[in-house]
């Protein structure tokens, strides 16, 4: 039996002085180690979706489980331990232009207190699986797109999350490097890391063969997963 390592049950959610309930009851699971995308039109809750599990907003109704943790009981002080499971990749990069690719990389290591010795083992270890070793003293805005998103993604890896959230990865780029980095994420989800990516490249992604999750105005429509789409069966939703 698969089994799940997020759990969204009935999620109800709006942004305070927003206009009304962005996600409507949100039903979806993903396993672990699963690849998964999430598509639907803009403004139809992707990224609340994404933001609700990296822990920077918090439903206002129902339940988010992660790896077992309901998040709705995370305490303030536990929500850095839980944050390191999870690496977050970002449409424009959000990588520090006045510093190196190493740097950036690194970062995450060095907030979380890692020695020296540890931060330069583990960065090169993730800049070389991405490809990007040869251009570790660069800085990112000499890089092309792909490549920065490359640094993104080894930032992201960098302390061993167990599940990968990226919010349309390939919008700043060209279909050739879509296609690399979308398939850079199929190596950390062969090694086991779970992967969930929203994105609007429903050409590239249809040719990929993963589950595809759609949301329309705050709810999931198609690809819920196996045991909401079980509960939809029996009648229960
Ligand atoms: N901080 C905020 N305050 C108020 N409303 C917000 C906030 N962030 C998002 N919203 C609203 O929530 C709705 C869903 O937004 P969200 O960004 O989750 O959609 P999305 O599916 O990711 O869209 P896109 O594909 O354009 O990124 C939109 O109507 C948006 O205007």
């Known amino acids: 039996m698969s ?10 959610h709006r942004y305070p002085g927003g206009n009304g309930d962005v ?3 949100v039903d979806f699971q993903l396993d672990a180690g699963e690849m998964v995308f999430l598509t639907g039109a803009s403004g139809a809750g992707k990224s609340t979706l ?11 109704r129902g339940q988010v489980v992660v790896a077992g943790n309901n998040l ?12 390191q499971q999870i690496g977050m990749i970002f449409q424009n990069f959000n990588l520090l232009n006045d510093r190196s690719v190493f740097d950036n990389v690194a970062l995450p290591l060095v907030i979380r207190g890692y020695s020296h010795q540890d ?10 699986t991405v490809g990007l ?9 000499t890089l092309s797109g792909g490549e920065q998103q490359r640094v993104g993604i080894a930032r992201a890896v960098v302390t061993k999350p167990l599940l990968l959230l990226a919010d349309e990865p390939t919008g700043n780029l060209d279909p050739v490097m879509a296609q690399e980095v979308m398939r850079l994420f199929e190596r950390f989800n062969d090694v086991g890391v779970s992967v969930l990516v929203a994105t609007h490249a429903i050409d590239l992604i249809e040719r990929m ?24 069966s029996l009648g229960v939703l």
């Open 133 to 141: 070793l040869h251009r570790e003293r660069a800085r990112p805005a």
């Open 72 to 83: 709705a009981q995370l305490k303030r002080g536990q929500v850095p331990l839980y944050r």
């Open 209 to 232: 063969g993963h589950r595809i999750v759609h949301l329309e105005d705050g709810r999931v429509v198609a690809g819920a997963g196996m045991e909401a789409a079980s509960r939809l």
């Open 119 to 128: 931060i330069g083992r583990r960065v090169r270890a993730a800049l070389d």
């Open 3 to 12: 089994q799940a390592l997020v759990q969204f049950s009935q999620v109800f």
């Open 50 to 60: 994404l933001r609700l599990l990296a822990l920077l907003s918090r439903a206002n």
């Open 23 to 25: 996600l409507k009851g």
